[in-house]
């Protein structure tokens, strides 16, 4: 019987040691296009819908207003985006793609292939284990959030 408090027993590690690998698989090639994994993450979102205020792009990566604020001004830095405040409302800041923002698409092009092949997953695979990955994420924050299936 394995020891439940064994190491290779813990889910989140098992996570945490997969999402490391991954994000090391991606440094090479994301470093040849001079962007970062987490500001690849926000050209992601962006290249489905540009002109998107921050509190959008922060939702869509699960990430704060603090973690994201340096990554945009990298990315307006590099000239891939641009951040301008919402006549209507002062206090929404919207981020848009540039001309170099856009074209870098096209750049990162082989970026998922790639990985597919790294990761030896084939397309059915990939997509069961977006899925498995997806519903884990809604169960684990329904449960820190105390949801009524929130019990141990």
């Known amino acids: 019987m394995p020891d439940e408090f064994s190491l290779d027993e813990q889910t989140c590690f098992a996570l945490y040691a997969a999402s490391r690998a991954v994000t090391d698989t991606y440094r090479p090639l994301l470093g040849e296009l001079g962007l970062t ?50 006549p209507a409302d002062e206090r929404t800041v919207v981020i848009s793609l540039t001309e170099e923002g856009r074209s870098m698409r096209t750049r990162a092009a082989n970026v998922p292939t790639a990985i597919g092949c790294a990761l030896g997953l084939d397309d059915v695979s990939r997509r069961e284990l977006i899925t498995t990955l997806r519903r884990l994420t809604a169960s684990a924050a329904a449960y820190s959030l105390g949801g009524p299936d929130a019990q141990p």
Do not use: C, F
């Open 37 to 86: 994994y987490p500001q690849y993450l926000v050209l992601l979102v962006l290249w489905e819908s540009d002109d998107r205020p921050v509190k959008e792009i922060g939702e869509a990566l699960h990430l704060d207003y603090g973690t994201l604020s340096p990554l945009l001004k990298r990315l307006e830095a590099n000239g891939l985006v641009t951040r301008a405040r919402m």
